[in-house]
């Protein structure tokens, strides 16, 4: 999809700055490593910035193209999912059923003991760039800064299992963070909550559900490929259909 030709106006009427790239890469991908700092994004702009591959930690928006870790730099693929093409998978059934007896609540976002446990345990699982606390992702005023968020909650009698942030724009929303208690991995709870993600998106009317990013080299990312309607961000403003 091309880029809107009025989404400059946009931003900068909301007194959104937009950067242009730092350095140039091939003409295929240009070499972009960008930022800037904004407390209130009205639900338009914010359609507009993700439609650009921009993210957010609380008031601070970043993208970037490439990935430079402690291996060789990897290219980043920006991921959007165009709701009116997207159809349940077999798996993506079997996962829902798995978790029929889970009570999900769709709420406003917070910050208390009980998701900081949740987030202290489900941050084990991981090895490197591991961060402190939940805010480091949503900031110190989540929903309120820098725009609109939902959380997507998972009980299991009256247990938090698992949860994931959505944030929410006029015409898409975009999955910032999502966690899961690591005794309960069998569910597949990391695919549930996009699900249930994707089905609030839908029944709002939205457009696009954007999932991040993953790379075009195989990594642990790859599964938020594997939705229907999938779409990938080439960095010169156009969103093509993801090959199967």
């Not at 507009?48 to 402690?70: I, K, N, Q, T």
């Not at 998978?89 to 208390?112: G, M, T, Y």
């Not at 990391?190 to 457009?207: F, K, Q, S, V």
């Not at 594997?226 to 961000?233: I, T």
Request: aromatic share 12%.
């Amino acid at each position: 999809m091309d880029r809107d030709a009025n989404e400059p106006d946009q931003l900068h009427e909301a007194g959104v700055p937009w950067p242009v790239a730092t350095s140039a890469g091939p003409q295929s991908a240009p070499l972009l490593e960008e930022c800037f700092e904004c407390a209130a994004v009205p639900p338009e702009v914010m359609d507009a910035l993700w439609a650009e591959a921009w993210r957010h930690f609380g008031p601070l928006f970043v993208r970037y193209s490439m990935y430079f870790g402690d291996e060789l730099p990897l290219l980043v693929q920006p991921l959007r999912v165009v709701l009116a093409q997207f159809v349940l998978s077999h798996s993506h059934r079997r996962i829902l059923r798995r978790n029929a007896d889970l009570e999900v609540r769709c709420q406003p976002p917070r910050l208390d003991v009980e998701r900081e446990d949740l987030f202290h345990r489900h941050k084990r699982r991981f090895r490197r760039h591991v961060p402190d606390s939940l805010d480091q992702f949503l900031g110190p005023a989540p929903g309120v800064v820098p725009g609109e968020m939902i959380e997507v909650a998972a009980y299991r009698n009256d247990r938090l299992v698992a949860a994931s942030y959505l944030d929410v724009g006029r015409e898409g929303v975009s999955s910032l963070y999502g966690m899961f208690d690591p005794a309960f991995s069998r569910r597949s709870l990391g695919i549930a909550t996009m699900l249930w993600e994707l089905a609030y998106a839908r029944d709002r009317g939205c457009r696009f559900y954007y999932p991040g990013y993953a790379y075009h080299s195989p990594s642990p990312l790859d599964y938020k490929k594997q939705f229907a309607g999938c779409e990938w961000f080439d960095w010169q403003g156009h969103w093509l259909p993801l090959p199967k």
